[in-house]
Each structure stands twice: as C-alpha cells, then as structure tokens.
C-alpha cells in the first residue's frame, strides 16, 4: 500500500513555472512506476508524464512540448514536476499516481494508488 499526498499547487500567470510535489507517506516508492496526471473542469483525466521506478525513462503528454520535466527522488520517497512557461489551458487539478507494473504506464486504469490532487491554476 503505497500513500501518495501532493503539494505546491497555486496561481500562476501565463508564462510562468511552478513545481509540485508528490510524497509517499507510506509504501515502498521506489519499487512504483509513476506519473502525473491532470483534469481540468469538465474533461477527463490525461497523462501529463510518466517514469519508470528508477526514473531513467519517462514519457510526457503531446501538450507538454518540453516545458515539464518528472523527476524522482525515491531515497526521499518524492517526485516532482517542474512546469516552465505554463498556459492557462494547463489549469487544472493535478494527481500523482504509483503502479506496481513496470516500465512507462500510460492509462490511468492501470495506476493502483493516487494522491488527493493538487489545484494549479494559470490565469491569462
């Protein structure tokens, strides 16, 4: 059983950056895969980034186009997501979320354990 609670969410204007955070309160960590998903009001649940549980290998959304960047720290139990010159369509609630599958997972289906979610909100 893997706790996973996020924070640093906020406002931020348009071209801005932000970093949240993700700490495994419980569990082993670094034996996940993990990734960052968002929703926005009235849309579903997308994939921002994912990794790998040694973090070498990640993938990230289409809309991402090189401005967000996953990082784990699993001596710490923490990931982070950097988020550079954001835009107000990234507004939105985003979660973290562990699976115990291995490699890059891309569905959200197949993630067994979420945090509660942290607000981000880009303002134009």
């Known amino acids: 059983q893997v706790q996973l609670a996020e924070s640093g969410g906020g406002l931020v204007q348009a071209g801005g950056s932000l970093r949240i955070s993700c700490a495994a309160l419980?569990?082993?960590?670094?034996?996940?895969?993990v990734a960052w998903f968002r929703q926005a009001p009235g849309k579903g649940r997308e994939l921002v980034a994912a990794?790998?549980?040694?973090?070498?290998?990640?993938k990230y959304g289409d809309f991402v186009e090189g401005r967000f960047a996953l990082s784990r720290d699993n001596a710490n139990s923490t990931m982070y997501l950097q988020m550079n010159n954001l835009k107000p369509e990234d507004t939105g609630v985003y979660y973290c979320?562990?699976?115990?599958?291995?490699?890059?997972?891309?569905?959200?289906?197949?993630?067994?354990?979420w945090g509660q979610g942290t607000q981000v909100t880009v303002s134009s």
């Open positions: 979320a562990a699976s115990i599958r291995i490699g890059i997972i891309v569905d959200a289906i197949h993630y067994q354990y």
């Open positions: 990794a790998s549980w040694t973090g070498r290998d990640t």
């Open positions: 419980s569990g082993i960590f670094s034996r996940h895969s």
